[in-house]
């Protein structure tokens, strides 16, 4: 079984910068596709990125692509999402994700696991 806990998340002004964080439990996180995706108030849960398991494959949503950058690292059972340039659209809350078999996927049916959430909040 795999945990996810998510962090980072925050008030910040439109043009800044948040760095989220997801931990992991459990000892297959190595072999985990992890992705991100967000959930904005009486909307869907819509994708944000991707990685695969060794970090050398990452897919992003094109709303983000060039603000946002994912990454992992492996030893530590972290999955990272900088987010710069924010905008107030970017406000949801992020849900950490991670897939058993697979790679990047933007489908929400392909991820197992999922965080509890951390509020985005981006001001104007």
Same mark, same amino acid.
């Given at each position: 079984?795999?945990?996810?806990?998510?962090?980072?998340? =925050?008030?910040?002004?439109? +043009?800044?910068? &948040? /760095? &989220?964080?997801?931990?992991?439990?459990? /000892?297959?996180?190595?072999?985990?596709?992890?992705? !991100?995706?967000?959930? *904005?108030?009486?909307?869907?849960?819509?994708?944000?990125?991707?990685?695969? !398991? $060794?970090?050398?494959?990452? @897919?992003?949503?094109?709303?983000?692509?060039?603000?946002?950058?994912?990454?992992?690292?492996?030893?530590?059972? $972290?999955?990272?999402?900088?987010?710069?340039?924010?905008?107030?659209?970017?406000? *949801? &809350? @992020?849900?950490?994700? +991670?897939?058993?078999?697979? +790679? $990047?996927?933007? &489908? /929400?049916?392909? @991820? /197992? @696991? !999922? =965080?509890?959430? $951390?509020?985005?909040?981006?001001?104007?």
């Amino acid at each position: 079984q795999v945990q996810l806990v998510e962090s980072g998340g =925050g008030l910040v002004q439109a +043009g800044g910068s &948040l /760095r &989220l964080s997801c931990a992991a439990s459990g /000892r297959t996180f190595s072999r985990l596709t992890m992705g !991100w995706f967000r959930q *904005a108030p009486g909307k869907e849960r819509d994708f944000v990125s991707a990685i695969n !398991w $060794t970090g050398g494959s990452t @897919y992003y949503a094109d709303s983000v692509k060039g603000r946002f950058t994912i990454s992992r690292d492996n030893a530590k059972n $972290t999955v990272s999402l900088q987010m710069n340039s924010l905008k107030p659209e970017d406000t *949801a &809350l @992020y849900y950490c994700a +991670g897939r058993l078999f697979g +790679g $990047t996927s933007s &489908l /929400r049916m392909d @991820y /197992r @696991y !999922w =965080g509890q959430g $951390t509020q985005v909040t981006v001001s104007s």
